[in-house]
């Protein structure tokens, strides 16, 4: 056959490619799954919870205006926070996973291109058995073409985006996650060195009550059992000195570790005067949550990816079209490889289409049906307990502002009480055994309203999390 003659042919099948393709095309178009939307849900108009000066903020309220810890204005908490973004092992998994699912979606972009590989060998043939002792060479170069008359690779890649929006979500949630730990131990830490500072002055009060103790019973005007009440009034409260130092230590390792360094090489100074910031949170509503919590933008995303692939899983009902082209050329020298007489080209067309399968594909769209009912389920309980996060803290901040003057009453109730106590024993009016309750209701009293100052602040951190943090999708319109 002459060149004209393969390139007459090849012009016929390059025209029925085409016509395929048209045909494709527009049976594609029958093919093209809804688009998608979101999954329904009934939010709330307000919080239940919320108090009635809660008013809704304007855009530009302080989560969103930069880093949310930096509210309480404690400049050590800034400075590990900012320590945790770098450094946190979990935080640096999570963007790990985030580049991995971007390149994920370039893999799947790159599918949608025609692909070309280029081949090309040389050998030497000799010997008494060889027929054409000689040199060979020769030169490949192929093109093929997957197009997506089904919306399959579209679907692959759509769904490969949305996940890694949730990728993306998930690592805002790694973030949130470990600013929120960080700053829940960090409080706790400062709470247990105010309560240190107590114990220790609260030790002091009672080594001084155990010499009054003693000098009374060697003058001989109390029983040998009120020395004895004293000695284990002050032990007790060594011991619980111990005690909140051990958890102190604890608290101080938790924070190392989310700042990516071994606690052997970590340390916080105790502070023994700490003044506990307590910041207004902004106000929101609960449709705000549907773009602000992270956990729930991965949640609908997720949703996105599984819809996508229903779509990917439906269009292997039809059939899958491949074209191809290829170029090769070949002789006994380079010369002869490079000489354009020499080369054969080719052009093909394949379409393969499943017949029976004994409903395996139905099974596949069914299986790809309910794993998308199972996310927009798993989706929407992300976002009743959204809703049920913020009502929680919102009615632990109220119950903790209303126990503020009762907590502080108590305290000047309780200390009052155990210095009159003190003072009537001093004088021979009381017992011993009394000076120790009232002064262990004035040392609970006091203990209480520290670990009260300290769920204030936990509160907040906890309100700030439910509440998503300031974060923001650049997806979500």
């Known amino acids: 056959m002459t060149v004209s003659a393969l390139a007459r042919a090849g012009l016929r099948t390059a025209t029925r490619a085409v016509i395929v393709a048209a045909m494709g095309a527009v049976l594609g178009g029958c093919s093209t799954p809804p688009a998608y939307s979101p999954p329904s849900i009934t939010v709330p108009g307000a919080f239940k919870e919320a108090p009635a000066t809660w008013i809704p903020a304007a ?50 972009q790159a599918g949608l291109l025609p692909g070309a590989r280029l081949s090309g060998g040389a050998s030497r043939v000799g010997g008494d058995g060889a027929s054409r002792p000689g040199n060979s060479a020769q030169a490949t170069l192929t093109a093929d073409w997957e197009p997506d008359f089904w919306g399959r690779l579209a679907g692959s890649v759509s769904s490969a985006q949305a996940s890694a929006q949730a ?55 109390v029983a040998e059992t009120d020395v004895l009440q004293a000695r284990t009034q002050l032990v007790n409260a060594q011991a619980e000195l111990v005690s909140v130092r051990q958890s102190r230590s604890r608290l101080e390792h938790a924070i190392a570790v989310l700042t990516g360094q071994a ?24 449709s705000a949550l549907l773009q602000r919590r992270p956990d729930i933008a991965s949640a609908e995303r997720a949703v996105a990816a599984a819809d996508a692939q229903v779509g990917v899983q439906q269009s292997a009902y039809f059939p899958s079209i491949n074209l191809g082209a290829s170029l090769g050329t070949g002789g006994s020298s380079l010369a002869d490889v490079l000489r354009a007489s020499t080369s054969v080209w080719s052009l093909g067309l394949s379409v393969a289409q499943t017949l029976f399968d004994a409903g395996a594909t139905t099974a596949r769209v ?17 976002v009743l307990e959204a809703f049920q996060g913020v009502e929680d803290q919102l009615a632990a901040l109220r119950a903790l502002q209303d126990q503020e ?23 021979g ?38 509440l998503g943090g300031g974060w923001h999708s650049d997806w979500q319109k």
Do not use: C, H, K
């Open 366 to 382: 069914q299986q790809a049906q309910a794993a998308r009912e199972a996310r927009v389920a798993r989706y929407r309980q992300t």
């Open 59 to 108: 855009p530009a309220d302080a989560l969103d205006r930069g880093p949310w810890w930096e509210m309480f204005g404690d400049e050590e908490l800034n400075r590990l926070a900012a320590q945790v973004q770098l450094s946190n092992q979990n935080i640096a998994a999570a963007v790990a996973a985030y580049r991995q699912a971007q390149a994920v979606v370039r893999q799947g």
């Open 429 to 466: 009016q009381v017992s011993y055994s009394e000076v120790v309750a009232a002064q262990a209701s004035a040392l609970a009293s006091q203990r209480a309203l520290l670990q009260w100052r300290v769920n204030r602040q936990l509160a907040v951190v906890a309100l700030v999390q439910a």
């Open 263 to 286: 606690p052997a090489g970590f340390a916080l100074a105790p502070v023994a005067s700490w003044s506990a910031s307590v910041p207004a949170v902004p106000a929101t509503v609960p």
């Open 167 to 221: 990728s993306q979500a998930d690592l805002a949630s790694a973030r949130l996650s470990a600013a929120g730990a960080l700053a829940s131990a960090y409080f706790q830490l400062r709470e247990a060195d105010e309560e240190l500072a107590l114990l220790a002055a609260t030790v002091q009060g009672y080594e001084r009550n155990l010499q009054i103790a003693r000098n009374r019973y060697a003058a001989g005007v």
């Open 405 to 427: 003057p009762l907590r502080r009453e108590a305290v000047a109730a309780a200390e009052r009480a155990a210095q009159q106590q003190l003072n009537r024993y001093r004088a």
